[in-house]
């Protein structure tokens, strides 16, 4: 059986109308090009013509059969069109104007009646109406030369035309181009979004991601308070706040749980974290981790090995100066190795960074890291390592080496399914063993808003 190109339940929902919101401009930018497409034909290429009508009664001299009437009424009708069709009528009517006549002249025949229509289309009302006004005129002449018989009475007037014959409904084309617009535009984006190649729920993540799935964590606003929102702190959603919601606390320690138990099984104490690209969360993944750890009353600490764009000092807002950081101390020597500041509301030891390093390869490769990390085994049940993400640099292949296991984290709808999967492939390449990946910052409808 062929494989399906589209699964439903690899579908998010939430992803798609992310999409429709940040993409509205295209939307927009698509109806408007269309109602401009519109208004442009009606002006530039559209040529309004106007019609003028004149309704006629034929018969002939001296018969009062009606059926001989009509009979006769298609006969001189057939004749009238070839009349109009060899240019003698118009020929006539241009001479009496003492000008070319701007329009053109056809018949009509209604059906089984001896009445005949006669249309004169033109560029503009006047012409129409005067060029219909001159062939009734210059008519009897015609008509005694070449069908001296007939007679041909007028029944309705000509008028002067008010509006175009070939009427050009604006409002129409335009409802048209409104809805076709929107749906061709929303339905690309739609599409576009639902084969992107990223994983965009846990059903994918197991499909399309070679590693296992430790645990789904779902998104949680940043800014919880009116204060941090006016203020745009976008402070990190921690587990130890309690403003955040108890199924983002349940799934993190649900993942505590696992991680604990895989490396209290293999006798591990180093956990490494990562992810493939940048804003994952894996930061604050690391830091929850960490929390919920030390909150099981074990001895943790936390290391911010982010030496490029570190983050564990602003989701904490530790204390210090940059002459205590772990990145001055593995950059310098005779420098204290009592880097770790010690949190108590959290009661979790940290050692943070809170000054990039354009070239920070020399701070690990020199094995002062990999020392001060085999001191801090001695010391503490759990060592939790951030690392820069995989595809901007190779630090986190080198620190894999140090470390007992590691951890993907993999945002939804994030990085491609091809970068995640090259990203574990390095892990499990460079470091003693991977525990899995966790899927960051899921979306479902219900929880949307949060």
């Given amino acids: 059986m062929e494989e399906q ?19 509205a401009w295209v939307v927009v930018l698509v109806v408007a090009s269309l109602l401009l497409c519109v208004d442009t034909y009606e002006k530039n290429t559209f040529q309004p013509e106007y019609a003028s009508e004149a309704t006629f009664m034929v018969s002939a001299k001296g018969n009062s059969s009606a059926y001989s009437n009509m009979s006769l009424t298609s006969t001189m009708a057939e004749t009238f069109s070839e009349l ?10 241009e001479q009496k104007l003492g000008a070319q006549l701007d329009g053109a002249i056809s018949t009509r025949i209604i059906s089984n009646t001896n009445l005949m229509i006669v249309r004169v289309v033109a ?3 006047e012409n129409a109406f005067l060029g219909l006004k001159t062939l009734i005129e210059v008519y009897p002449e015609i008509s005694q030369e070449i069908l001296p018989n007939a007679v041909l ?11 175009p014959a070939n009427y ?6 335009k409802k048209m181009a409104l809805v076709l617009g929107f749906g061709l535009s929303v339905g690309l984006i739609c599409l576009l979004s639902i084969l992107r190649d990223t994983v965009q729920t846990p059903a994918a993540a197991k499909r399309k991601v070679d590693s296992r799935l430790l645990a789904t964590l779902r998104h949680e606003r940043k800014n919880k308070t009116v204060h941090s929102m006016a203020k745009k702190k976008n402070i990190a959603p921690l587990v130890s706040n309690p403003l955040v919601s108890k199924a983002f606390r349940e799934e993190h320690q649900s993942l505590c749980s696992t991680l604990e138990y895989h490396m209290r099984k293999h006798n591990q104490k180093v956990l490494l ?14 830091a929850n981790i960490a929390l919920g750890l030390a909150g099981r009353e074990k001895k943790v600490a936390l290391l911010d090995c982010d030496f490029r764009k570190p983050a564990v000092h602003k989701i904490f807002q530790s204390p210090g100066d940059e002459n205590h950081d772990l990145g001055y101390y593995l950059n310098h020597d005779g420098i ?4 770790l500041i010690f949190l108590p509301r959290w009661n979790l030891h940290v050692a943070v960074n809170r000054s990039g390093y354009k070239h ?11 020392r001060y990390l085999d001191k801090l085994r001695k010391e503490f049940d759990y060592i939790v390592v951030d690392t820069p993400p995989m595809t901007v640099a190779a630090d986190t292949e080198a620190l894999a080496a140090y470390v007992d296991v590691s951890m993907l984290v993999v945002r939804e709808d994030g990085m491609s399914v091809r970068d995640v999967n090259d990203c574990l492939d390095a892990l499990y390449r460079m470091s003693p063993d991977v525990a899995g990946y966790c899927l960051n910052n899921c979306k479902k409808l219900e929880n949307l808003i949060n």
């Fill in 273 to 286: 974290i990562s992810s493939a690209g940048e804003n994952e969360g894996k930061s604050t993944v690391a």
């Fill in 5 to 23: 190109l589209i699964r439903l339940d690899e579908i998010n929902p939430c992803n798609v109308l992310r999409d429709l919101i940040r993409n």
């Fill in 153 to 163: 009475d007028v029944l309705k007037e000509p008028r002067v035309p008010t509006s």
């Fill in 336 to 339: 204290s190795d009592d880097l």
């Fill in 84 to 93: 109009f069709k060899s240019g003698l009528v118009r020929q006539r009517v």
């Fill in 168 to 173: 050009f409904n604006t409002g129409h084309y």
């Fill in 360 to 370: 920070p390869q020399r701070l690990f490769t020199s094995g002062k890291l990999k």
């Fill in 123 to 125: 560029s503009s009302p």
